[in-house]
Each structure stands twice: as C-alpha cells, then as structure tokens.
C-alpha cells in the first residue's frame, strides 16, 4: 500500500527555537514536494526535492531528500510566528501506471509557532 | 504568467441545483487536476488530464463531471451534491509527463445545503 507519512501532525514551537518535521514514503519516487497552506488558503509550492541529496533552503526553511532511505526533512531554525501554517510533502510515485502523475500526500504538520 | 485562477472563490448551492467550477491557466501546461480538500485532511485527487484528455479518474462519483474545453481551460460540473461533499475544490495544471511539478489555483469553497 502506498503510503505518505509525516510526523508530527501537530507542532507547537517558540519563536526562535529550531525543529524538524519528517516525511516517510513507501514507494519508489525520484522527487519529493513541499507545500504550505495557511487556513482557508490555497498550497504554495515551497520546495521541488529532484535528487537524492538534495538541500534546498529559503529563509528560515531548509528540505533534504533521501531517496534511498525514502525520507525527507523540513528544518525549521529560528522559528517565526508568520511560519506557522500547516506544512504537506507530496510524492510522485515512478511506477504509476498512468501517463500522468498522481501527487500523494503525507496528512500534513500543522505547525504553531508562538512568541 | 505563472497563475492559475478559479472561479467562483466561494459557492453555496442547494443538492437539485448544477453549477460548473472554472479554472484557467496560461503557462502552456498541458496537464491539468482537480482535487478535493476537506477541513484539516490533504487534498485528495479526483481527475487529471492530460493533453485534454481524462488521462485519471479517482472513482469520483457521476455527479461530478469534468470537462477540459482547450488546453488552458478546466472545468468541473456539479449535479445533485450532497451535502458531504461541501469542500474546498483546487485546480492545479503542470507540465505533462510524470513527476512535474504542479501549480495549484486558489480553490473554490464549496458549500452544498
């Protein structure tokens, strides 16, 4: 069964504290996406993970993707109240059937971060 | 352009009324999804195209019928909605091929009384 998880589901941080949220998958797949939601919003598009290896960073957010221990890692450092919103990874599974991708999602990490 | 844009933002509609959701985008993708996102859960895919072709359909029930007139254009008609299926509707389009990424609209809250 093709699974998404990420943990934790929910996360209560201080400003200026560091954290990191996880995402398992369980089939094959080449890139991993990270998206943020803010309540009643719409998914921005946050990170494209292409390779295993890769780091990508912007502010405050940094993602890292293992492809062959099929993990990624969102690392938030120094948090900030305007980061808190709930956080999705999403994959692409490679041996999907279709012509056409089906992006799975992990439940999401809802992350608070208070002064 | 590097937007891709629904309409109506919020609709409230009776379970005998039809009414179609929109959604358009100009970046020459020619892959185009909706999705269906209930309160605290991950969006949930209902179709795809691809080439305006139905290329997936996730066993959505037939009162939900897409329609892809042209490459930037994406439709979802509605019919006889129950209330469970109040949600928020988002369109997203991409490049085709496996694995690009996706652009997502602002979504359409739906409300179905």
């Known amino acids: 069964e093709l699974k998404v998880e990420q943990n934790p589901l929910f996360l209560s941080m201080q400003e200026g504290k560091n954290y990191t949220i996880y995402c398992n998958y369980s089939t094959t797949s080449d890139r991993l996406y990270w998206y943020r939601q803010d309540p009643g919003k719409s998914l921005e598009s946050l990170f494209v993970l292409l390779s295993n290896g890769a780091v990508k960073q912007e502010g405050r957010l940094m993602a890292s993707l293992d492809t062959k221990a099929r993990l990624s890692t969102l690392h938030i450092t120094a948090a900030v109240h305007d980061l808190s919103a709930t956080y999705f990874c999403a994959v692409v599974p490679l041996n999907y059937g279709g012509s056409q991708g089906n992006l799975i999602f992990g439940k999401g990490t809802k992350l608070s971060v208070k002064p | 352009d590097t937007e891709v844009t629904q309409t109506p933002k919020h609709l409230v509609m009776g379970m005998t009324n039809k009414k179609s959701l929109k959604c358009e985008q100009h970046?020459?993708?020619?892959?185009m999804y909706w999705y269906k996102q209930k309160a605290k859960k991950p969006p949930e895919l209902m179709f795809v195209?691809?080439?305006?072709?139905?290329?997936i359909n996730e066993s959505v029930p037939s009162r939900f019928s897409p329609e892809c007139p042209n490459s930037s254009l994406l439709n979802l008609h509605l019919h006889a909605l129950q209330p469970e299926d109040s949600a928020l509707y988002l369109c997203a389009s991409s490049q085709a091929g496996l694995s690009y990424e996706q652009y997502f609209g602002p979504g359409t809250r739906l409300t179905v009384t």
């Open positions: 970046m020459g993708h020619r892959a």
């Open positions: 195209y691809s080439y305006e072709k139905l290329s």
